[in-house]
């Protein structure tokens, strides 16, 4: 695998390959792999010739009193695993290349749908950060294909939308949540929760299971669903952002006449906010 930090430089290699006809894939990351990642790259191998991945802990997608300077950063073991799937470049820029003038850019990018609600009410800047130093990382990159997880699913909803508005002339695939075995949805801010929290966090997945569920019997309550769950998280010690049944195209509130939904949630536990979502269909 070839570990490039500049720009300039991967860009002229992956053109070159373009020009031969290689269909270049690429995942963009902010490092500390897990299975969850893996399986993103796994995912795109069967739908390129070159797989790229890029790790860059973005600034800008950050607000001021989150975890920037906590997050964790193993770019050493990162490089082994992805080379391990025979992952063929990785891109690692410095904060100093993606951003010469600081985080307060001349131009930046932003979604104007789907973004307020869910995260984007408790992180107002975060998409516009997440969707510039995408943009940012499609035009160094030039992917044909990307593939963003479904565990984010706010955000795979919103790249896809600026993808399209854009017309960038790119594919876009979600991957499905990869786990642990008690059904956290793998994260690297997972282990800033105790082994105790890491089994109590589990209950996250069984209460939005427990929603689903009650959607897919035919209550349409989905007021009185959404409490009930908001309740049993709080009872669990979570603190809860937000928990949302949501038309899954719109992240609008749910109606009785949608049939593909989402139910979304992220809620503290001790350090970490967690998030996780089902897909539901009636
Ligand atoms: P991050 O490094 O957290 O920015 O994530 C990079 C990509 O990996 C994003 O598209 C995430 O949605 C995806 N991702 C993170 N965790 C998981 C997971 N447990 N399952 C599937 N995809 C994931």
Redesign the pocket.
């Known amino acids: 695998m070839k570990v490039i930090q500049q720009p300039l430089l991967i860009q002229k290699e992956l053109i070159a390959l373009k020009n031969t006809g290689k269909r270049i894939g690429l ?6 792999l ?1 299975k ?2 893996l ?2 790259f796994q995912l795109a191998q069967s739908n390129c010739d070159v797989l790229v991945g890029s790790i860059f802990v973005n600034p800008m997608q950050f607000g001021a009193n989150e975890d920037l300077d906590k997050y964790p950063r193993t770019l050493e073991n990162d490089i082994k695993k992805l080379t391990e799937l025979g992952v063929d470049y990785l891109f690692t820029p410095t904060e100093e290349i993606i951003y010469p003038i600081g985080t307060k850019t001349n131009t930046s990018v932003e979604v104007n749908r789907l973004t307020s609600r869910l995260c984007g009410y408790s992180r107002p800047e975060h998409f516009r950060g997440v969707a510039t130093v995408v943009n940012i990382l499609f035009n160094i990159l030039q992917p044909d294909v990307v ?6 699913y706010q ?2 909803l919103i790249l896809s939308a600026m993808v399209k508005d854009l017309f960038l002339p790119i594919e876009i695939i979600g ?5 642990e075995e008690n059904g956290l ?4 801010r997972n282990k800033f929760l105790t082994e105790q929290q890491k089994e109590e966090a589990s209950s996250l997945r069984k209460i939005l299971l427990n929603s689903a569920k009650e959607i897919e019997d035919g209550i349409l309550n989905f007021e009185r669903i959404k409490q009930r769950a908001i309740e049993q998280l709080k009872r669990r010690k979570f603190k809860v952002d937000y928990l949302e049944i949501c038309n899954k195209t719109t992240l609008e509130d749910a109606n009785k006449e949608d049939k593909e939904l989402l139910i979304a949630c992220a809620a503290w536990l001790g350090k970490p906010r967690l998030l996780d979502n089902i897909e539901v269909s009636i």
């Open positions: 995942i963009p990351t902010m490092g500390n897990h969850g990642h399986s993103l593939v963003f997880g479904k565990k984010d955000q795979y991957g499905d949540i990869v786990r949805a793998m994260s690297s």
